[in-house]
């Protein structure tokens, strides 16, 4: 037998996402496509990805986009260079804006919003934002000593120094407070510390007996270095004694201001990303993110890799840390019941090792990051300290990982899937469709954008997905389709089953079906043995095209759809016929 002579349809729907990698592609996915994607709002069906549309000009980089909502008033905030400004005429380009702070640092930033009021860090700065001003973050005080005799030596009632500290030392302030009870004898009471920080104006002692405020050098007298105060007259009997005074530990604040990393987990803020601490969390006190104590702190492992990414997830804390040949990269805090400290959350390390390179997320309670090799997902069988990392990118990986700025990559959430910034090319990780590997492993199907603009930021807000570049603009994703997009969409290399023979298309009986956009200029093209043939321009005010290809003698070939106007495509057909066997 020197031939076969039946015809045979393809039928190419169903379309998944891309694949990129060696591997032979399915015909539900595309080796080759550019900016398309499904909207799952519209169908299920595969259409251009929305342009991006300007909305204002801050002049320097983007690196953050805040949307802060105060008595029912959404402020929105840009960080953008070394400023922070509230664009006043939001959407409106931002010739009303008012410059809230200078000094920030020129890096990614993040923020919480906690009790109305709105936290930001840098990386160098903490800083607070009522709806007025923005100012850095000021300590709760803390009682570091409660209810002593002037000695200050024992607490009253209490024949033990077991319960002389009564709340630890906050690091984001250098104030403290002794309380005393006056014993009707001495002039001179102990505080807890020695060293207070040198007599200025800013930073007098200040004392109350009863509530009534008493003054420093007018009625008593400090003795910085000895930490002892001593007044004019002797306190009442019974009465209560309270001082507030200042003593600052060096580089205690800069634990916290240095951190780049936060996430809300439990009821607190959860600090990391230290380069002074590299391998350290820290978080606040319960529900007061002004309060870091100087003992809540985690050491996850002995090593200096850095953290590089907090994800709560399955009721812990997941810290991800970058690669470490010696130890476990990644660890998990879980929030525990301490006779003491009410609440701890002691750091255990999973039997992962291989670590972060950029960023993690916890994405539709999926817990992953970015190592190396690609998305992980990591388990949550990793509990129970068994070997448990999916890897979730394969259909991408070839490409992903090439990306410049692969180890910068910018994550937001949108309608589904997880996008990942690296530079100005888009990953869609999509989350409405998965598959099982050959191994069983669970792998998500993948979408492929090209942005123009240099972008480098990207952000979600209820619903609306925001851009920002190195030059300071921001853009909105244009869902209403008013900006041109250059995209295309090509189905895998096709034997037809055939390897070994040549084949002849069918001019006829090729058809495509189309969501009806008002595009006049979809090109429809073959590749054939791998070289590009252009053959018609369709419009798809029918729902449908049909189109003439002849092309011969070729061992496989894809079909090409691509447009500067926005398509969509449901399916599409081709025919052919086997002929002989293929030659040399």
């Known amino acids: 037998m020197s031939s076969i002579t039946d015809l045979i349809t393809r039928n190419y729907?169903?379309?998944?996402?891309?694949?990129?990698?060696?591997?032979?592609?399915?015909?539900?996915?595309?080796?080759?496509?550019?900016?398309?994607?499904?909207?799952?709002?519209?169908?299920?069906?595969?259409?251009?990805?929305?342009?991006?549309?300007?909305?204002?000009?801050?002049?320097?980089?983007?690196?953050?986009?805040?949307?802060?909502?105060?008595?029912?008033?959404?402020?929105?905030?840009?960080?953008?260079?070394?400023?922070?400004?509230?664009w006043n005429n939001y959407p409106n380009s931002p010739v009303n804006k008012t410059e809230l702070y200078t000094g920030l640092n020129p890096k990614a930033s993040n923020s919480f919003v906690f009790n109305n009021i709105f936290f930001f860090k840098d990386g160098i700065n903490y800083l607070e934002y009522d709806g007025e001003t923005m100012k850095e973050v000021v300590g709760t005080v803390p009682v570091t000593s409660y209810w002593k005799n002037p000695a200050g030596d024992t607490p009253i009632d209490s024949d033990t120094d077991s319960d002389l500290v009564y709340q630890p030392i906050n690091c984001l302030t250098s104030w403290r407070r002794n309380y005393f009870i006056a014993d009707g004898k001495s002039k001179e009471y102990k505080l807890d510390t020695i060293d207070l920080d040198p007599l200025s104006m800013s930073n007098l002692v200040t004392a109350t007996i009863n509530g009534s405020s008493k003054t420093e050098n007018i009625d008593f007298n400090v003795d910085r270095k000895n930490g002892t105060i001593t007044f004019n007259d002797i306190p009442p009997i019974d009465n209560e004694v309270m001082f507030t005074f200042s003593k600052t530990i060096a580089y205690h604040k800069d634990r916290i201001n240095k951190c780049n990393l936060l996430c809300e987990f439990d009821n607190r803020i959860f600090f990391s990303g230290n380069v002074d601490y590299p391998n350290s969390v820290f978080h606040c006190m319960l529900n007061d993110p002004r309060y870091v104590s100087d003992m809540s702190y985690y050491e996850c492992g002995l090593d200096l890799a850095p953290v590089k990414a907090l994800i709560p997830g399955n009721g812990v804390l997941w810290v991800i840390k970058e690669i470490n040949q010696n130890s476990s990269s990644v660890y998990y805090l879980t929030p525990t019941l301490d006779n003491t400290l009410s609440k701890i959350y002691p750091s255990v390390n999973g039997s992962i090792a291989l670590g972060c390179v950029s960023k993690g997320i916890n994405f539709n309670d999926d817990v992953v990051f970015f190592s190396k090799q690609g998305l992980e997902s990591v388990s949550s069988s990793a509990l129970y300290s068994e070997q448990v990392l999916e890897h979730r990118s394969s259909l991408v990986d070839r490409k992903m990982l090439s990306e410049n700025d692969y180890d910068k990559v910018e994550l937001a959430e949108f309608n589904g899937y997880l996008l990942c910034l690296m530079g100005s090319h888009v990953y869609l990780a999509n989350s409405n469709e998965l598959y099982q590997d050959s191994t069983g492993t669970k792998q998500y199907e993948w979408y492929y954008w090209e942005l123009a603009n240099n972008i480098n930021f990207i952000k979600e807000y209820r619903q609306k997905l925001f851009f920002g570049n190195a030059v300071g603009k921001i853009y909105q994703l244009d869902v209403e389709g008013e900006e041109s997009v250059e995209s295309y969409w090509t189905t895998p290399k096709d034997d037809f089953g055939y390897p070994a023979y040549t084949k002849t298309t069918n001019k006829r009986g090729n058809v495509a079906d189309l969501k009806v956009m008002n595009n006049d200029s979809i090109k429809v093209s073959t590749i054939v043995d791998g070289v590009l043939k252009e053959k018609t321009t369709l419009s798809d005010a029918t729902g449908h095209i049909t189109y003439r290809i002849k092309d011969k003698k070729f061992k496989d070939i894809q079909l090409k759809f691509s447009s500067n106007k926005p398509f969509g495509l449901f399916s599409c057909t081709l025919q052919g016929f086997v002929a002989g066997y293929l030659k040399k």
Do not use: C
């Open 13 to 86: 729907t169903n379309f998944r996402g891309v694949d990129f990698s060696f591997n032979d592609v399915i015909l539900s996915r595309s080796p080759d496509a550019l900016n398309m994607w499904k909207n799952y709002k519209e169908g299920n069906f595969i259409q251009t990805s929305p342009g991006l549309k300007e909305l204002g000009d801050f002049g320097n980089q983007i690196y953050g986009l805040f949307f802060y909502q105060v008595n029912n008033v959404v402020q929105v905030l840009v960080h953008s260079g070394t400023k922070m400004y509230k």
